[in-house]
């Protein structure tokens, strides 16, 4: 959630314990670029298949048939595909935030997505890492290709509806209680959603020293209510401190642990097998206060390992204001 605070401003990606006010609004928006670039540390442009997976090979078939080299007769010959997988998204979300007591604030978000993915597939046949199945020179069998295909999709993501309350108010340390339901009006087919409804609860420790620096910690688990085994447990620590007025800084570590895969297994991993991951990414922003009551963000997430699939750096452009 974001919300508003005189003196040190909250972070753009993290939650701190201070609520925004009884009668209070807050409104934000935020624009993220989203870029997969690798998958378990491997390159998305360049996939390289296993040459043999459970006793399969990647094949072309020979009409026909045709003599190798050594004299033998084929209705096949392996390939060798390079594989470039691009997917972005462009993520936009707007966020309203709605003071119902001193110490509880109500939420919902609903972020529109535009998102595409365009595969082209690089092959060459026979795959010269099977020398048995080498042809006689001039085979017209002899050929390497390009593949493309691609498709976007524009729609809503998953609505998120939040409530944060209070526990405690103390000199040494505030906390707080979040609950959030997300609900799976996103269209998994179009990578907008993740087709599963998922309750959020997340535990939220924050203090403001000397009205310049604020610590946080919060701890939390995702449940998958359609399958418990895939929930994930994740957490956020970090800081906000103010520069000079109006600027503000932040800096977070955030962890995203999965009990299981979020993928039932591929049955003939060629290129890639989807795992079981944890994520550890860090999150450098700015923000500057307008008018009182608004700010205007910048932040990055920078990946800290390559588990799953990873962009370079997730940019993020935010605006919020109060009234």
């Known amino acids: 959630t974001l919300e508003r605070q005189v003196g040190v401003a909250g972070p753009i990606i993290g939650e701190r314990a201070e609520t925004i006010g009884k009668g209070q609004f807050n409104f934000a928006a935020s624009y993220s670029y989203v870029h997969l670039t690798t998958i378990n540390g491997d390159a998305l442009d360049s996939l390289l298949n296993t040459p043999r997976v459970n006793g399969q090979t990647l094949i072309f078939p020979i009409k026909g048939g045709t003599y190798l080299h050594d004299g033998r007769f084929t209705t096949f010959l392996p390939v060798r595909v390079l594989a470039d997988i691009d997917v972005t998204a462009h993520i936009w979300t707007p966020s309203l935030t709605y003071g119902l007591t001193p110490d509880l604030d109500l939420n919902v978000t609903l972020p ?3 998102t595409s993915l365009g595969v082209t597939a690089h092959t060459q046949v026979p795959d010269p890492r099977f020398p048995q199945f080498a042809l006689n020179r001039g ?17 809503i993501g998953d609505l998120l509806l939040r409530a944060k309350y209070i526990l405690l108010r103390s ?9 959030g339901v997300s609900l799976p009006t996103g269209s998994r087919n179009n990578l907008q959603g993740t087709g599963t409804t998922r309750l959020q609860p997340t535990l939220v420790l924050s203090r403001v ?50 009990l299981a895969a979020q993928a ?7 290129f890639f097998q989807t795992e079981r991951n944890d994520q550890y990414d860090a999150s450098v922003g700015l923000r500057w206060r307008f008018a009182s009551t608004g700010f205007v963000g910048l932040n990055a997430v920078v990946p800290l390992n390559t588990q799953g699939f990873r962009p370079n750096v997730i940019p993020t452009l935010e605006v919020e204001y109060s009234f």
């Open 264 to 270: 039932d297994p591929i049955k003939t991993p060629f």
């Open 112 to 114: 529109i997505l535009h």
């Open 171 to 179: 000199e040494q340390l505030d906390v707080a209680a979040q609950l």
């Open 209 to 258: 020293i000397a009205n310049r620096f604020e610590p946080f910690l919060n701890v939390g688990v995702d449940y998958n209510m359609n399958d418990v085994s895939r929930s994930v447990v994740r957490w956020a620590l970090g800081g906000t401190v103010q520069i000079v007025e109006p600027v503000s800084a932040s800096l977070v570590f955030l962890g995203r642990h999965e």
């Open 139 to 155: 085979d017209p069998n002899a050929q390497t290709g390009e593949r493309s295909l691609s498709d976007d999709a524009t729609g």
